[in-house]
Nanobody
Framework: QLRLVESGGGLVQSGGSLRLSCAAS????????IGWFRQAPGKERKGVSC????????????NYADSVKGRFTISRDNTKNTVYLQMNDLKPEDTAVYYC????????????????????WGQGTQVTVSS
């Protein structure tokens, strides 16, 4: 059974940075697509960024929401079975609970576009950006 645990959330001022971690226990993440999603109070959950192993062997495939392109970077460390989300230039509108999720061999765009998919989910970590 795959279990995901997020960490790294917190309170940061506008323009600051945070790095979220999604640590997995159980099966290796090698063949899983990992997604970061966020949900602000009163709003629906949305995909932020997703990463999967490229089938061509040329590296990872990634997908980003337009609102975070150029500011957030998703990466994975297969030796640690962990996926990261580096968030720079944070804005108050980035405030939300951030969840990581895993789906077996899912296309990154498809997964990021399906925020309520039947994935393995972590418990979430709060990110608060003050203005």
């Amino acid at each position: 059974q795959l279990r995901l645990v997020e960490s790294g959330g917190g309170l940061v001022q506008s323009g600051g940075s945070l790095r979220l971690s999604c640590a997995a226990s159980g099966p290796s993440l090698d063949y899983y697509t990992i997604g970061w999603f966020r949900q602000a109070p009163g709003k629906e959950r949305k995909g932020v960024s997703c990463i999967s192993r490229s089938g061509s062997g040329s590296g990872d495939s990634t997908n980003y929401a337009d609102s975070v392109k150029g500011r957030f970077t998703i990466s994975r460390d297969n030796t640690k079975n962990t996926v990261y989300l580096q968030m720079n230039d944070l804005k108050p509108e980035d405030t939300a609970v951030y969840y990581c999720a895993a789906a077996f061999m899912r296309d990154v765009a498809d997964m990021c576009g399906q925020a309520l998919g039947a994935y393995y989910w972590g418990q979430g970590t709060q990110v608060t950006v003050s203005s």
